[in-house]
């Protein structure tokens, strides 16, 4: 399984932004049946959780994101995006995304960097 995103850049604080992660070599019966995260990494900070979304489409966020940010899958295009609205210089990160369905297969993406400055 290969993960892309995409959709980062800079954007000024109170902005928005929307991130995609594309995958590939796996099937729709495979991805539909996974979980997808989204993961940051800040300079100097270790790679943090930020919102989830499940095969049956429940989502778990980060509460500081909570309210800003929304995450969504389309499971033909075998897709995963994450909206993200009102950012904030604390949300300066590389963004991954992570596929994962329990023991059986967990893969990464190498990551897209979302810069809030004015």
């Known amino acids: 399984v290969q993960l892309v995103e995409s959709g980062g850049g800079l954007v000024q604080p109170g902005g928005s932004l929307s991130l995609s992660c594309a995958a590939s070599?796996?099937?729709?019966?495979?991805?539909?049946?996974?979980?997808m995260d989204w993961y940051r990494q800040a300079p100097g900070n270790q790679r943090e959780f930020v919102a989830r979304?499940?095969?049956?489409?429940?989502?778990q966020f980060v509460d500081s994101v909570k309210g800003r940010f929304t995450i969504s899958r389309d499971n033909a295009k075998r897709t995963v995006d994450l909206r993200m609205n009102n950012l904030d210089t604390e949300d300066t990160a590389v963004y991954y995304c992570?596929?994962?369905?329990?023991?059986?297969?967990?893969?990464w993406g190498q990551g897209t960097q979302v810069t809030v400055s004015s």
């Open positions: 992570n596929l994962h369905r329990g023991t059986i297969l967990d893969a």
């Open positions: 070599g796996i099937d729709y019966m495979g991805f539909s049946m996974s979980t």
């Open positions: 979304i499940t095969s049956g489409r429940s989502t």
